[in-house]
């Protein structure tokens, strides 16, 4: 599902029946740069009943150049991981 999508439900289903669809599409835009505000900061965002998002530092490694099999160093960089709520580990059927 793409933004557009998100705002299709959120107006047949959510209850934004009565918002105009580009208020639906601000709200939706605005909450997305706020998470990669907060993100970017190093802030975790933690939505109930959902899960978590956060970046963790991964580590410098070392990799190999698959046409020439000569060793690399690959820098460390910063990763965003997503932690699933308890919700979606008890249901196996998503996972």
Avoid: Y
């Avoid at 998100?6 to 105009?20: N, S």
């Avoid at 046409?67 to 820098?75: A, F, N, Q, S, V």
């Avoid at 965003?80 to 979606?88: A, G, L, M, S």
């Amino acid at each position: 599902m793409n933004r557009n999508g998100i705002v299709d439900r959120t107006i047949t289903l959510g209850g934004g029946k009565d918002l105009p669809r580009k208020t639906v599409r601000e709200v939706l835009d605005f909450m997305i740069q706020e998470m990669t505000d907060c993100l970017l900061s190093g802030e975790s965002v933690k939505l109930t009943s959902f899960g978590t998002f956060e970046t963790r530092k991964r580590a410098d490694r070392l990799g190999r150049n698959p046409k020439t099999g000569e060793p690399l160093l690959i820098p460390g960089h910063r990763v965003i991981v997503f932690k699933p709520c308890k919700k979606f580990w008890e249901v196996n059927e998503i996972l």
